[in-house]
């Protein structure tokens, strides 16, 4: 048996690290086999992701018809949302074509009045007259003298 001495003299120098040049005398004892410690061992088991469970002819056939069910569903779906658009398109589609009725008829109406206003004018109007004579010259290059009224009075209405 070795001396304490001598023991501890080895423990020393090998955690001593002042002089890396000297080396130990004598094996040091945390190196002998009887100290080593066995190396590690790997574990044996080892995680396998268990295989899909099988499903019996019933459990199939029951997930078929949910799976059927639910796609139905999503068709039925997809048809209601398509038929919402289709009559929103049509409601503004009717708007637009009820919007554009009520601009015609005020339209209608405006030339209507415009038209009376017109065969009022000319009515009252004295062909001997300057005016008479301007508007003669004016409604020349009209198809009638009551079109040449008409855009004569409505020039008047858009001047301030």
């Not at 040091?28 to 899909?52: A, G, K, V």
């Not at 019996?56 to 139905?72: C, P, V, Y």
């Amino acid at each position: 048996m070795e001396s304490i001495d001598d023991l501890l003299a080895q423990i020393k120098a090998e955690y001593q690290e002042k002089d890396p040049t000297k080396q130990p005398k004598k094996k040091s004892i945390l190196e002998e086999e009887e100290f080593n410690s066995p190396s590690p061992i790997q574990p044996t088991y080892q995680y396998q992701p268990s295989p899909p469970t099988s499903l019996s002819h019933g459990e199939e056939n029951l997930l078929a018809d949910l799976k059927a069910e639910f796609e139905e569903q999503d068709r039925t779906e997809e048809l209601k949302k398509q038929e919402q658009l289709r009559e929103e398109q049509q409601r503004k589609e009717q708007q637009l074509r009820e919007e554009q009725l009520r601009t015609q008829q005020r339209e209608q109406r405006r030339k209507e009045a415009l038209t009376q206003q017109a065969t009022e004018w000319l009515k009252k109007l004295n062909p001997n007259s300057e005016e008479g004579r301007w508007f003669e010259d004016f409604s020349y290059s009209y198809p009638s003298k009551l079109e040449a009224a008409i855009d004569y009075l409505q020039a008047l209405k858009e001047t301030p």
